[in-house]
């Protein structure tokens, strides 16, 4: 597990000081992506929309040192132009791990992407620890939590 710290404060007033009581805290392992997400229907960065007129699944690689109640959040947004920041959202999915040793399938309704053809699709994904999905503990997952595609 990860390494304890001793947090504690102090304030100088008027020339004295005066410390809190110590906390030890216990520092979480870093969480660790074993591969990047995929849309196996995803083929030379396109997406051909006939072929997937019941959904497709979005799989995420099991994440290193995630734990029960930790959260996965998807989002995909497709734009008429290529690049970053589309601006269009199409889909947004929130799921607690509860087997976190497993890797993630996500099903992505059709009514996401089959009225959109033409469109560059990306979708991305964050990770939130607590159950709080709180935005002060939601982190992204980079790189390989990314993935990008036309609709045709």
């Not at 870093?30 to 006939?50: F, M, R, W």
């Not at 996965?72 to 607690?96: A, C, F, K, M, Y």
């Not at 993630?104 to 939130?128: K, L, M, N, T």
């Amino acid at each position: 597990m990860g390494s304890k710290v001793e947090v504690i404060a102090v304030i100088t007033r008027g020339g004295s000081v005066i410390p809190s009581a110590s906390l030890m805290l216990t520092v979480a392992p870093a969480l660790e992506q074993t591969g990047p997400i995929d849309i196996p229907g995803v083929v030379n960065g396109q997406l051909e929309i006939d072929k997937f007129p019941d959904g497709v699944v979005l799989k995420i690689p099991r994440v290193a040192n995630l734990r029960t109640n930790n959260a996965i959040e998807v989002n995909w947004r497709s734009d008429t132009q290529p690049g970053p920041n589309p601006r269009n959202w199409r889909d947004h999915q929130r799921l607690l791990a509860v087997t976190p040793d497993e890797p993630f399938h996500i099903h992505i309704q059709p009514s996401v992407y089959q009225d959109f053809r033409g469109e560059w699709a990306q979708v991305f994904c964050s990770y939130y620890l607590g159950a709080g999905m709180s935005s002060v503990t939601k982190y992204g997952m980079g790189p390989q939590g990314t993935l990008a595609f036309q609709l045709v």
